[in-house]
């Protein structure tokens, strides 16, 4: 028999059919709740509520599991690239080796920026944030490449263009905001050694490309590149839903992954344990703060909206932490600041009780910093990260026949019908 939930408003019963996911997760499907009931449902921040279907990731937040198409997140960082791991994100399986040679051919070919988007950068204002500037100038590229000729074209071109083009772009904004020459791509290095090699390269001081600072790159970014439907995803779906095209529906994403509740997390978390330093390094005082209902402050880095258990990306950065930093040998006040706060803060009731545990914004930062990005350019790190994701979660919504513009709605509760006062009245 098929499930379906009944629902009893003014006397009459409804049945509203029951949707079940692979992994067995159940969904009331209300698309046709208004039409029949006049109702509509009210769910602030979208907590209980389902966008869309989805064959992309899977998380389970209570038991800490994050797939990308079936494949655990710990068998990719350990086993698979970050170029790997988008073709499997928006192909929906694994390349052959051909395929994966091929897109890795195709990235360098793209990898350039037009010269004269130059100019935009070098006349932002110095203090101007990364994200800010990445995602206007993620939004000219509209401009710089235009329409093409096909769906399955600008698909395909535009896809690749963005990929390789972001990671360049992001080096270019760093290089130029610090007054620096612009360091090509190289076409002899792969996708995580180039983006590092466009960072730190110098005239005076050739970078040397440390094999291991490549590997937690690309693990940072495997870990990094989709996370179903989070804020900045949403976001890319609802201003893609319109058909705008590419390019500003990434725009979009990029600007609410800025925030600090979301992507900003990883620059908060080391703004805070530098103001924690300022503070004497008195991180228990940062514990008690958050704790205080009065006051604003919470932890950066800790809690999830999803992962009340632990989150697993969490647990693998924390390794690759340990290991940066001990491959590294990094002695920074900084990073003890951040054990003995993590320490405690895993020790505490408040934080047991409300299931707030280090979110992997709390270890990626202290890896970013250790690796030597600096801290406004971590929100950009995590995007870069982030592109196949939110590129998959596009081409999927494009495929999707049930796909609708986006458009929720309210309840209204201002003033009713009031009429207008003259102003020589008011
Ligand atoms: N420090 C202290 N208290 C916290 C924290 C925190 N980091 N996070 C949540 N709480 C408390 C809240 O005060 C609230 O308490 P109350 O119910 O007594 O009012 C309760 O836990 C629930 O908080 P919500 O904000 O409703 O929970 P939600 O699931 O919406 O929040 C969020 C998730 C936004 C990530 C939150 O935990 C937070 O602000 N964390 C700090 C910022 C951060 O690290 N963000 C990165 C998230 S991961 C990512 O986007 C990659």
Redo the contacts with the bound molecule.
Sequence with gaps: MEDTVKLIFEGKTYELPIVTGSEGEKAIDISNLRPMTGLITLDP?Y?NTGSCTSSITFMDGEKGILRYRGIPVEQLAEHSSFLETVYLLINGRLPTKAELNNMSVLFNDNSLVHEDMQIFYQNFPRASHPMGILSSMVNALRSFYPELQTLEEEINITVTRLLSKVRTMAAMSYKISRGHKVVYPRPDLKYCANFLNMMFDTPVKPYRIDEDLVRALDVFWIL?AD?EQ??STSAVRLVGSGRVNLYAAISAGIAALWG????G??Q??IEMLSDIQKDGGNYRRAIER??D?KDP?????????VYKAY?PRARIMKKMCDKVLFKLKINDPLLDIAKELEEAALKDD??TE?N?YP????YSGIVLRAMGIPTNMFTVM?AIGRLPGWIAQWKESLDDPKWKLGRPRQIYIGPTQTDYIPIDQR
Excluded: E, S
């Design positions: 921040g907590a990094h996370h989070n804020c600090p509740l979301h992507g997390a990883n908060a978390v958050a704790k209902k402050f919470r932890l950066m880095g800790f809690g999830h909206r989150d408040y934080f409300y707030l979110n992997i914004d709390f995590f």
